[in-house]
């Protein structure tokens, strides 16, 4: 069993800047793909990013350019570092690895 616990979101203006943190209860060396997605209000959950084990990194075309996604295997923790923010980006964000999901952090950007 592992357990994500996403940390980081909250409120921000057009333009600005957040980082997501996902810490996870077990060492994710072993990790092989981690990701975050999001889930607007009234929409399906999307995949925002993925890293794997040798850094290998993923971008959805709606944030690349703008999000960074990485890892610290020694820290169990994977993080999303999010610019210029535009008020499309307002969503529940998830940790995910496998088949392990974190309990969401609420980021909401206003205009």
């Known amino acids: 069993q592992v357990q994500l616990v996403e940390s980081g979101g909250g409120l921000v203006q057009a333009g600005g800047s957040l980082r997501l943190s996902c810490a996870a209860s077990?060492?994710?060396?072993?990790?092989?793909?981690m990701g975050w997605y999001r889930q607007a209000p009234g929409k399906q959950r999307e995949l925002v990013a993925t890293?794997?084990?040798?850094?290998?990194?993923y971008y959805t075309d709606s944030v690349k350019g703008r999000f960074t996604i990485s890892r610290d295997n020694a820290k169990n923790t994977v993080y999303l570092q999010m610019n210029s923010l535009k008020p499309g980006d307002t969503a529940v964000y998830y940790c995910?690895?496998?088949?392990?999901w974190g309990q969401g952090t609420q980021v909401t950007v206003s205009s």
């Open positions: 077990k060492n994710i060396f072993g990790f092989n793909i």
């Open positions: 995910n690895f496998w088949r392990y």
């Open positions: 890293i794997t084990n040798d850094g290998n990194t």
